[in-house]
């Protein structure tokens, strides 16, 4: 089973950005996608990004489009978050996880969808 594994996380203050990777063990054809999860305390598991292995569709919450990529790179096995402008409201645990399921594709921003996940990577947005 392939193993994910976050990093990148950190304090940074409102308007900052910061990078986060997710390395996967291996990318095969047996996985449909990758994403990006986080969650805030007491709040539940939410879709940030997501990207298919197919063809590089992505998808992305309202609350972080037009701020944060996502992108993958093959030859690292790694896909990452790229996130601009964060806000006090992104604070949270972020997770990257994967699936073998082709419901993947149908519900991408749905943890449900999603069977493998990273440790995850806190990330503070404070003054």
């Known amino acids: 089973q392939v193993q994910l594994v976050e990093s990148g996380g950190g304090l940074v203050q409102p308007g900052e950005s910061l990078r986060l990777s997710c390395v996967a063990s291996e990318f095969t054809s047996d996985y449909y996608a990758i994403a990006w999860f986080r969650q805030a305390p007491g709040k539940e598991r939410e879709g940030v990004s997501c990207?298919?292995?197919?063809?590089?569709?992505?998808y992305y919450a309202d609350s972080v489009k037009g701020r944060f990529t996502i992108s993958r790179d093959n030859i690292r096995n790694t896909v990452y978050l790229q996130m601009n402008s964060l806000r006090p409201e992104d604070t949270a645990v972020y997770y990257c996880?994967?699936?073998?399921?082709?419901?993947?594709?149908?519900?991408?921003?749905?943890?449900?969808?999603?069977?493998?996940w990273g440790q995850g990577a806190q990330v503070t947005v404070s003054s």
């Open positions: 990207i298919l292995i197919r063809d590089d569709t992505t």
């Open positions: 996880a994967t699936g073998n399921k082709v419901v993947v594709t149908l519900y991408p921003l749905d943890p449900w969808s999603y069977d493998v």
